[in-house]
Nanobody
């Protein structure tokens, strides 16, 4: 079974930083792509950032310049570094991986930005 598990969420003040981790159960080189999504209460799940195994990245306009997606192949892990956090970043963040054309989702990790 292929699984991804998120961690690193928590409570942070506006302007603060968090780093989320997404650990995969197998080499992430075998995935077509990986990314982070988020969903706030009552809102649609939205794309935050995506990453191919060879490096190209895409970001939602709302997080450009503040968030960075990266990976460590040796650790089978994808990261989302979140800086200059805003209250509107508050959401459950989900890791997504595409493996052999099938979407694999993590359980989500809560990020709350509040003073």
């Amino acid at each position: 079974q292929v699984q991804v598990v998120e961690s690193g969420g928590g409570l942070v003040q506006p302007g603060g930083s968090l780093r989320l981790s997404c650990a995969a159960s197998r080499s992430i080189f075998g995935f077509n792509g990986m990314g982070w999504y988020r969903q706030a209460p009552g809102k649609e799940r939205e794309l935050v950032a995506t990453l191919s195994n060879y490096g190209p990245t895409n970001y939602a306009e709302s997080v450009k310049g503040r968030f960075t997606i990266s990976r460590d192949n040796a650790k089978n892990t994808v990261y989302l570094q979140m800086n200059s956090l805003k209250p509107e970043d508050t959401a459950v963040y989900y890791c997504n991986a595409v493996f052999r054309g099938v979407n694999v989702w993590g359980q989500g990790t809560q990020v709350t930005v509040s003073s």
